[in-house]
T-cell receptor, first 112, second 114 residues
Framework: DSGVTQTPKHLITATGQRVTLRCSPRSGDLSVYWYQQSLDQGLQFLIQ???????AKGNILERFSAQQFPDLHSELNLSSLELGDSALYFCASREGCGETQYFGPGTRLLVL | AQKVTQAQTEISVVEKEDVTLDCVYETRDTTYYLFWYKQPPSGELVFLIR??????QNEISGRYSWNFQKSTSSFNFTITASQVVDSAVYFC???????????FGSGTKLNVKP
């Protein structure tokens, strides 16, 4: 167990809908990263937050947004969902001066 | 630009064989970090090792060993005497010095057959 929690574990929704994925980092970790892993694909970096501020953006669609709250948990919002958004979404956290990301168990999203 | 290449999409071995997973990276930074993660069939990503660009010492941890060579921009991972439990997808990753972004390879799926 990495100490990073993600909810929900599974999510099934329809095209056009909006969902929110939640991530709680390890205790004391200030950085949160979001990744998308589509079927048989590697991990695509979406966005990083550090202590509430956005630090880096990757291949994140405009329909997707994220934020990190004062208690350091983070949410990834996916809107106007399309079939192609079906994927495993991972959150990872890293302590302020640490070098390693630790991953949560992921949220498996299925868009029908 | 940063890039990680894992040319081996899938490898199949028989239990007890040794297997090496290749990882080649590209970066213009002089300081960077390299990682290996394991993703078993259950789906979670498990951290295996971290190496910074100034430490070229090879590392051994039980049946696992890692060979970092800056001259060839490679960070290869060897499993000795493979076991069925080693079956997983293995990802190599590269981080910028400020850790703002991590770049992952496409992964190598390892099948270890009994």
């Amino acid at each position: 167990d990495s100490g990073v929690t993600q909810t929900p574990k599974h999510l099934i929704t329809a095209t056009g809908q909006r969902v929110t994925l939640r991530c709680s980092p390890r205790s004391g970790d200030l950085s949160v990263y979001w990744y998308q892993q589509s079927l048989d694909q590697g991990l695509q970096f979406l966005i990083q937050y550090y202590n509430g501020e956005e630090r880096a953006k990757g291949n994140i669609l405009e329909r997707f947004s994220a934020q990190q709250f004062p208690d350091l948990h983070s949410e990834l919002n996916l809107s106007s969902l399309e079939l192609g958004d079906s994927a495993l979404y991972f959150c990872a956290s890293r302590e302020g001066c640490g070098e390693t990301q630790y991953f949560g168990p992921g949220t498996r999203l299925l868009v029908l | 630009a940063q890039k990680v290449t894992q040319a081996q999409t899938e490898i199949s071995v028989v239990e007890k064989e040794d297997v090496t997973l290749d990882c080649v990276y590209e970066t213009r930074d002089t300081t960077y970090y390299l990682f290996w993660y394991k993703q078993p069939p259950s789906g979670e990503l498990v951290f295996l090792i971290r190496r910074n660009s100034f430490d070229e010492q090879n590392e051994i941890s039980g049946r696992y060993s890692w060979n970092f060579q800056k001259s060839t921009s490679s960070f290869n991972f060897t499993i000795t005497a493979s076991q069925v439990v080693d079956s997983a997808v293995y990802f190599c990753a590269l981080s910028e010095v400020n850790f703002n972004k991590f770049y992952f390879g496409s992964g190598t799926k390892l099948n270890v057959k009994p």
